[in-house]
């Protein structure tokens, strides 16, 4: 159970991550 609670926390984090990263990507042409 927290093996999958913990696994549902990176998932969301690296989401973020990964919209962010984009979004400064496209801001800093």
Known sequence: MLN???QI???I???CAVT???WWL???K
Do not use: E, M, P, R
């Open 4 to 6: 999958l609670f913990s």
């Open 9 to 11: 926390i990176a998932a």
């Open 13 to 15: 984090i690296s989401g």
């Open 20 to 22: 962010y990263f984009s």
């Open 26 to 28: 496209n801001n800093h």
